[in-house]
């Protein structure tokens, strides 16, 4: 893969937003979870196809910004409160640092250029 800003911060972005998978959860919140997570893929896998031109390239970036924009807010608002219930203060706390590194690498994305 390319060593360009873009992609190195949609490569990112896609390693970020990894699965949860906590028995506890309602099934549809871990089902909504993953859907999330395939559109974000999706979209990733759109972005890094041979052909691609610029200006899509900055339409999937920013799809891309506002799906995992949108998934972080879910997920720290309604997902993580529920784990800290089950799980403790721990985990949480550490999801909420990845997802501190994530919004990094959202800034990075929105502030690069496709040409960069």
């Known amino acids: 893969m390319g060593g ?3 992609t190195h911060a ?12 906590i028995s506890s959860l309602s099934k549809d919140i871990v089902v909504l979870i993953k859907e999330d997570h395939d559109r974000v893929r999706v979209l990733y896998d759109q972005f890094k ?3 691609t031109n610029a200006q899509q390239k900055r339409q999937l970036a920013w799809n ?9 807010c879910k997920e720290e608002e309604v997902v993580y409160p529920a784990l800290r219930d089950v799980l403790g203060d721990l985990t949480p706390d550490h999801l909420l ?4 590194e994530l919004k990094e690498l ?11």
């Open 106 to 116: 959202l800034s990075v994305l929105d502030s690069s250029d496709v040409s960069d």
């Open 10 to 21: 949609v490569q990112g972005l896609i390693s970020a937003v990894t699965p949860v998978s």
């Open 64 to 72: 891309i910004i506002r799906e995992v924009s949108l998934h972080s």
């Open 4 to 6: 360009d800003p873009i």
């Open 49 to 51: 196809m041979p052909g």
């Open 97 to 100: 640092s990845e997802h501190q």
